[in-house]
C-alpha cells in the first residue's frame, strides 16, 4: 500500500504563529481564552478579580435582564434542554414562529428565518443564494463568516478595499463580464473598527450595476437607528438593501443568527440551506431569550436603551482621545435619508458602540492589554490577520448599563498604565493617526 509522506498535523506544529503564542504564554500575557466567572455585566468577575468589562457585546446590557433570563428559563421549563433535531424534522417550536415573525415585524421586511448561530446565517444565506457562475464582491474588512459563506458558494470572490468605493466600482466592473449574478455583501458595522459602511454609495453602485445588495447588521442591529433596526434603517435605505443578515449574540443576549428579507427568498432558504437544514435548532433558551430581548428593544424602553449605549460610546471615546490614545473620530451621517434625529446621534455624527484604540505594533498591543488587565480593566485584543500588519488595536466596547462613574475609572486606569507604558515602552499613536 502506497503511504503519504505528508502529515496533515504538521501544519499544527509548525505554524507561522506558534512562535510568538508559546513566548505569549510563557510570559502569561496571551489576552485570549480569559476565564469569566459570573454574568457579562458592565463590571465582572474573571480569574480571581473584579474587572470593568470594556470588551463584550452586550450592548444593551440585556444578558443579566430577569425579563430575559425568564423568557430563556421559561422556554427551557416548557421544551427541555434541546430539540435534537433540525428545524426541517423535529426542532421547529411555537418560539422560532413567533421570533421569526417579529423580526420581520422590526427589519420591516417580508419574513425572516432563524439560524443556530450568527455565523451559520452567513453560511447558510451566502452558500445557498450564490453558485459557481455567479460573483460575490466583499469589502475586505467584512467579517469571517461572509468569507467563509462565499468561499463556500464557489462563486467567483471579488474582493475590495476597505470602504473605497472606486474599488468597489472597478469591481463592478470587472463582475459585469463574469456571466452570472452579482451580489455585494457588507458589514454594516465593521467589528474591528466600529466604523459605517457608506451604504448610500454602495446602494448607487449596485442599482447602476443590476447587483444585489446584503448587509450583515450584525453590529448594527440593536444599536442603530430609531426603532435600532441597524445601519440601513439609521442612513434610511432599508428598501434599497435586498437581504439582511443579523445575531442574537450582541443586543439581543442570546446565541443565533437570522436573515431578512423578501418572502420567496427566504422559503427558497428555508428548503434549501445546508447549514439550516442539517444542524440542530437553537436550543429553546436561546430562543426565548432572543424574543424576550427584541420585545424589550421594540418596547417603550427601547429608544432608552439606544441613546444609553451611543452616549456611553461617545463618553468613551471623547475620554481617550482627551488622554493621548489613537481613536476613531465620530462619523459624519452624509446620506440624505439620514435619520438625524435617531439615538445617539449629535451634530450629524454617531459613534458607535465599539471604539478601537490604535496601538500598531503586536507585541505592544499585547503588552498594553496585559498592563489594562492588572489595572482591572478588559479589553479584547485585535492583532495580524484579523487586522493590516501594522494595524494592532485594542477594541473597546461599551454596553447600555455602564454609568458615567464605571467608565470614568476605567479612563482613569487607561490614564495610568499610558503614563506607564510609554514611560517604558516609548510613546503609542497619539489622535490623529488612527
Keep these: 500500500m502506497p503511504q503519504t509522506r505528508i502529515d496533515v498535523f504538521e501544519k499544527a506544529r509548525t505554524h507561522e504563529r506558534l512562535e510568538q503564542l508559546t513566548a505569549a504564554r510563557a510570559a502569561d500575557v496571551l489576552p485570549y481564552f480569559r476565564v469569566l ?251 426565548g431569550a432572543a424574543l424576550a430581548a427584541l420585545r424589550i428593544l421594540r418596547g417603550p424602553e427601547g429608544p432608552g436603551l439606544l441613546a444609553a449605549v451611543l452616549e456611553n460610546a461617545r463618553r468613551l471615546r471623547d475620554g481617550l482621545e482627551a488622554l493621548g490614545f489613537a481613536v476613531v473620530r465620530p462619523q459624519p451621517l452624509s446620506a440624505p435619508g439620514a435619520q438625524l434625529d435617531a439615538p445617539g446621534v449629535l451634530d450629524g455624527t454617531i459613534v458607535t458602540p465599539i471604539v478601537p484604540v490604535l496601538v500598531g505594533d503586536d507585541w505592544k498591543a499585547v503588552l498594553l492589554w496585559r498592563a489594562l488587565y492588572d489595572a482591572g480593566v478588559f479589553v479584547n485584543t485585535a492583532l495580524h490577520p484579523a487586522v493590516p500588519p501594522g494595524g494592532a488595536l485594542l477594541r473597546t466596547s461599551v454596553m447600555a448599563t455602564h454609568d458615567a462613574a464605571t467608565i470614568e475609572r476605567a479612563l482613569v486606569a487607561f490614564a495610568e498604565v499610558k503614563t506607564a507604558f510609554e514611560a517604558e515602552h516609548g510613546p503609542l499613536p497619539g489622535p490623529g493617526t488612527h
Excluded at 430539540?83 to 420591516?108: F, K, Q, V, Y
Excluded at 440593536?222 to 428598501?239: D, F, I, K, N, W
Aim: negative net charge; hydrophobic residues 45%.
Design 37 to 287: 466567572e459570573g454574568p457579562a455585566r458592565p463590571v465582572v468577575e474573571m480569574e480571581g478579580a473584579e474587572r470593568i468589562m470594556l470588551g463584550s457585546n452586550n450592548y444593551l446590557g440585556l444578558t443579566a435582564d430577569e425579563r430575559v433570563v425568564n423568557g430563556a428559563r421559561d422556554a427551557l421549563e416548557r421544551y427541555g434542554t434541546g430539540l435534537t433535531g433540525s428545524r426541517l424534522l423535529n426542532g421547529t417550536i411555537p418560539l422560532h414562529l413567533e421570533l421569526e415573525r417579529e423580526l420581520a415585524e422590526w427589519m420591516e421586511t417580508d419574513d425572516a428565518l432563524v439560524f443556530s448561530t450568527g455565523h451559520q446565517a452567513n453560511l447558510g444565506v451566502l452558500g445557498t443564494i450564490l453558485a459557481p457562475g455567479d460573483t460575490v464582491i466583499a469589502d475586505s474588512g467584512d467579517h469571517a463568516s461572509i468569507l467563509d459563506g462565499c468561499l463556500l458558494s464557489r462563486a467567483k470572490l471579488r474582493a475590495f478595499r476597505h470602504n473605497r468605493m472606486e474599488k468597489l466600482e472597478r469591481s463592478l466592473e470587472r463582475a459585469a463580464g463574469d456571466g452570472g449574478g452579482v451580489l455585494v455583501v457588507v458589514d454594516g458595522v465593521f467589528s474591528m473598527e466600529g466604523d459605517i459602511a457608506p451604504l448610500g454609495e454602495i446602494a448607487d453602485l449596485c442599482e447602476r450595476f443590476g447587483a444585489r445588495l446584503m448587509v450583515d447588521e450584525a453590529h448594527g442591529a440593536g444599536v442603530l437607528g430609531r426603532r435600532g433596526a441597524g445601519t440601513a434603517e439609521l442612513l434610511g435605505l432599508e428598501p434599497r438593501v435586498d437581504l439582511r443578515v443579523g445575531t442574537f449574540s450582541k443586543s439581543l443576549a442570546a446565541c443565533g443568527g437570522f436573515v431578512a428579507g423578501p418572502a420567496d427568498v427566504i422559503d427558497f432558504l428555508r428548503v434549501q440551506s445546508r447549514a439550516y437544514l442539517f444542524t440542530a435548532s437553537s436550543v429553546p433558551a436561546a430562543v
